[in-house]
């Protein structure tokens, strides 16, 4: 205990703030942005203007955030791409409901779990032709334009076609993230071409362009989602996975449908809360909310012992059913009624110690994985929440010819104990970590929003929450809040830990705060980065603006006009 204190006693110097603010809290990187016409906010200050310029153009919150994804997929390739897969909540202003949107791809029919046995392996790779499943992206975006879209898809992928050709300069994180990412998977063909002009990745400032990309998005404006999956881009994945010793065929891709779902929802202090069911992990923020909410955190307060302390305990209890439960729903008949009861919260809640870190738990360690969220609200109160994503950063390493995009491996996530939820079989989608998030208040909009990064994910949307609702922040203070991020529970892809897991805690937790959750058990660690990125969009019903927000752990920007 003396050591654990000792080090943290070293980390004080961090533990501070750059600048007081006249107005709110000392820790918001800027006042919230505000208008009346649309509003978007993304990772990349481009594909925010990319949005603005579609919603100006004539099109409509669907149509600007897939312009925004397109863009995003070139500028920030780190963590995205229509390599990998997509989910939306989109609330639509004619219908005045949600709808969800499953867009991800499903694991190779012909490579079967005895493959992986058979050949020795204990897990599936990261890396390589093996983990790689369906990329569902575009098939997303056109599934989108098709229900809801306003102006022609060509010119929805005109801002991404342009920088592709003509070129961007590259962002401070992502330049960090593309040196990093491209250094590991170089070593796979055609990823040093793309991605790695004159032999380096791109740097800070540098101006990149992708033609090979440019030439996909204009194959795609011209002949639609079939250009992708089956004709001429498709053919291309085909062959060069063969090539790759990959099982990812013509005819997985061909076959490939997204689904539109219910969004699932849990009445947190008189907002509703959504996120979409399984494949993905949204439910566990939901369950952390169903747990937390019999407590009084407000009278707490905010980086207090007790709220860290109860958020902890909430989030290790829900990770056991994340761990347990969550899987395609066409392989596996969830028990959502079940895991969002407020019956089933109490049974949980009553496990909690107030004075002891639960150490009973049975934790894994924490993924690692890159993102992009962003959302986009337009002058007739549609409102898009979407999130997307390759995994691993970068993905797979596979980069077919020609494409400019690299495949995801996604396929990473799923288990290999036949008896598990989440078990490897072809033609199923993995456990999936990205989800977007939205809250309504007596059935209207309020908040569109959403949080990258892994594991961190449904601890994020959760907290977000808490900081509005609870802690009274507004859409700024409530992502810039210095945050909690616990690892250690169990997860679906088998990984285990011992000691009830760590709690990374970022600067601005008060010294004395952290000396008693030490005394409580908690294993605590300061980390620099993996508590996520956020965006927001939250509707004003009685001045009727848009309120946007994107904090500064990423190189994003809201605007509206």
């Not at 439910?283 to 955190?297: F, K, M, R, S």
Request: charged letters at 20%; proline letters at 5%; aromatic letters at 10%.
């Amino acid at each position: 205990m003396k050591t654990r204190i000792l080090l943290l006693s070293l980390l004080l110097p961090l533990i501070s703030f750059a600048q007081d603010r006249v107005t709110g809290h000392q820790w918001a990187t800027r006042s919230e942005v505000i208008a009346q016409e649309g509003m978007a906010a993304t990772s990349q200050p481009l594909a925010t203007q990319a949005a603005l310029d579609i919603l100006k153009a004539g099109g409509n919150a669907i149509d600007a955030a897939i312009a925004a994804n397109a863009v995003l997929g070139l500028v920030e390739p780190t963590g995205n791409g229509m390599g990998g897969d997509l989910y939306a909540i989109i609330w639509s202003a004619k219908d005045q409901k949600l709808y969800g949107l499953n867009a991800s791809g499903r694991s190779p029919k012909s490579l079967t779990l005895d493959y992986f046995k058979k050949n020795g392996y204990k897990s599936i790779p990261a890396y390589g032709p093996l983990p790689v499943s369906v990329p569902g992206c575009v098939d997303g975006w056109f599934e989108m334009h098709d229900k809801f879209g306003k102006i022609p898809m060509a010119k929805v992928l005109d801002p991404a076609i342009h920088y592709a050709e003509n070129g961007f300069p590259v962002t401070e994180l992502i330049a960090y993230y593309m040196d990093r990412g491209t250094r590991h998977l170089k070593k796979y063909p055609n990823v040093e071409d793309v991605f790695m002009p004159n032999g380096k990745a791109p740097a800070k400032g540098e101006v990149f362009k992708n033609p090979d990309l440019a030439n996909t998005f204009r194959m795609l404006a011209k002949d639609g989602r079939d250009a992708f999956y089956k004709g001429k881009i498709a053919k291309i994945i085909d062959k060069f996975m063969k090539e790759q010793g990959g099982f990812l065929t013509y005819e997985d891709m061909a076959s490939h449908t997204s689904e539109w779902v219910e969004p699932v929802s849990t009445n947190y202090r008189g907002y509703d809360v959504w996120e979409l069911p399984p494949n993905g992990q949204g439910t566990a923020a939901l369950q952390i909310l169903n747990i937390l909410e019999a407590y009084d955190l407000k009278e707490m307060g905010f980086g207090s012992t007790e709220y860290i302390h109860y958020f902890t305990e909430a989030k290790k209890l829900a990770f056991e059913d994340r761990a347990k439960f969550y899987a395609d729903m066409d392989f596996y008949d969830d028990p959502m009624d079940m895991l969002l009861s407020k019956e089933y919260a109490a049974e949980k809640r009553s496990l909690i110690n107030p004075k002891r870190a639960g150490r009973s738990y049975d934790p894994g360690k924490i993924e690692k994985g890159n993102t992009i969220y962003l959302t986009v609200a337009d002058k007739d109160g549609n409102m898009v929440s979407l999130i997307q994503s390759n995994y691993r950063g970068m993905g797979s390493g596979m980069c077919p010819p020609g494409l400019g995009f690299i495949l995801q491996d996604r396929g990473e996530l799923f288990h290999m104990d036949e008896d598990h939820a989440n078990v490897y079989e072809p033609g199923k989608r993995p456990f999936h970590t990205i989800i977007p998030a939205f809250i309504t208040k007596d059935g209207k909009p309020w908040v569109s929003f959403g949080l990258m990064g892994g594991a961190m994910q449904p601890q994020g949307h959760a907290q977000i929450v808490i900081n509005l609702v609870d802690f009274g922040m507004n859409l700024q203070e409530a992502g810039d809040a210095p945050r909690i991020r616990h690892g250690g529970s169990s997860q679906p892809t088998g990984g285990k830990m011992t000691n009830g897991g760590t709690l990374y805690l970022e600067s601005g937790i008060q010294w004395d705060e952290l000396q008693k959750l030490l005394m409580m058990g908690h294993k605590i660690q300061w980390d620099l980065g993996g508590y996520g990125g956020y965006q927001a969009i939250l509707w004003d019903a009685v001045n009727k603006v848009y309120y946007g927000a994107s904090e500064s752990r990423k190189d994003g920007q809201a605007a509206g006009y």
